[in-house]
């Protein structure tokens, strides 16, 4: 059975860091579509960003060199770096893992920051 839980958020003020985790069971993400996804109060859920399944990345626009995506040496784990965090990047962070025609979803992880 594949889980995924996510985790790290928190309470961070402006241009201060988090980094999130999403732990895989069940399943690895190596060689799996992966990504990052935030959703906003009164939003739609959006990506942030994602590897592909040959390894490439990519980054929404507003989080380009400010984010991070990457994954431990096992593939159980998928990260998110968060830098120079700006209050519009509050919204709960949820990780995503693509198998086939399969998607599973973490529970989502709160980032709130204040300005």
């Known amino acids: 059975q594949v889980h995924l839980v996510g985790s790290g958020g928190g309470l961070v003020q402006a241009v201060g860091s988090l980094r999130l985790s999403c732990a895989a069971s069940?399943?690895?993400?190596?060689?799996?579509?992966r990504g990052w996804y935030r959703q906003a109060p009164g939003k739609q859920r959006e990506l942030v960003a994602n590897?592909?399944?040959?390894?490439?990345?990519n980054y929404a626009d507003s989080v380009k060199d400010r984010f991070t995506i990457s994954s431990d040496n096992v593939g159980n784990t998928l990260y998110l770096q968060m830098n120079s965090l700006k209050p519009e990047d509050t919204a709960v962070y949820y990780c995503?893992?693509?198998?086939?025609?399969?998607?599973?979803w973490g529970q989502g992880t709160q980032v709130t920051v204040s300005s």
């Open positions: 995503k893992l693509r198998h086939g025609f399969f998607d599973f």
């Open positions: 590897v592909t399944t040959t390894g490439s990345t």
């Open positions: 069940g399943i690895t993400f190596s060689r799996n579509f």
